[in-house]
């Protein structure tokens, strides 16, 4: 009784100092994006002035960043599994190593690569249409405007088990493998009354375990600018309606 009282209060002492890493972890994210998209603007001011090569350079920067960027929120991910996974053994843990390991084995997976992450997108995007707004930029065509345009980087839409769309989840998670978002409750119950559970989304073979389902550090700035995103859209939308009406009258 006293060493299975003993191994829980460790576990539980792990999960504590990993919700502190975490989000020290997460407060640097939210230091990247912000530095990003003051960059952007910076960026922006300076294709005006038609100061190529110091836009060039700051594109390089974010790059870097973005790099980082990745490289963190990979980290917080290993953190959080290696936390909701521990298991005590009669042999001391060598944490550092099980950290390294899931880290490396969750960059394999899923690689960060600055030049395809969204936040790139939009500076390019934001540079670009300094001089050539309502233009496709190199490489693409006009279709692809619409589909870049609200690029965002999630798989589905809704949590395939409650229906409810990602900009309402208040407590949204995602799966360390397919990389798919629930709602946490849902998605917890529907763990637990289904042994071998996989993902309910159509055609997805992914395996679901409840430590393999996290908030990971960036998934939360995602929904937010998912939000954004679509108030935007929807603003844009009643603007265009008000155009169409007036041309009618």
Request: charge should be negative.
């Amino acid at each position: 009784m006293a060493s299975a009282s003993s191994s829980g209060g460790v576990a539980g002492r792990l999960r504590n100092a990993s919700l502190v890493l975490v989000g020290d972890n997460d407060s640097t994210i939210s230091d990247i994006r912000k530095a990003v998209t003051l960059m952007k603007n910076i960026a922006v001011q300076l294709e005006k002035d038609n100061q190529t090569e110091k836009v060039k350079d700051l594109e390089n920067s974010v790059a870097e960043l973005l790099d980082l960027y990745g490289d963190c929120a990979h980290r917080s991910s290993a953190i959080q599994s290696v936390a909701n996974g521990y298991q005590p053994g009669e042999q001391l843990t060598d944490f550092k190593k099980l950290l390294d390991d899931e880290f490396t084995k969750l960059k394999a997976a899923t690689p960060s690569v600055p030049e395809n992450h969204h936040l790139m997108r939009q500076f390019r995007e934001a540079v670009w249409n300094v001089h050539h707004a309502g233009e496709p930029m190199p490489g693409e065509d006009e279709e692809d405007i619409v589909m870049t345009s609200t690029q965002c980087p999630f798989l589905n839409v809704k949590c395939p088990v409650s229906g409810k769309p990602l900009t309402e989840l208040t407590d949204p998670v995602r799966s360390m493998d397919c990389k798919h978002v629930y709602d946490k409750a849902s998605i917890m119950h529907y763990i637990a009354t289904n042994p071998n559970a996989k993902c309910p989304i159509a055609g997805c073979r992914g395996k679901l375990k409840s430590n393999k389902v996290v908030c990971d550090p960036m998934l939360k700035f995602e929904i937010e600018e998912l939000r954004t995103m679509n108030k935007q859209s929807n603003r844009d939308e009643v603007i265009e309606d008000f155009t169409n009406a007036d041309d009618e009258d």
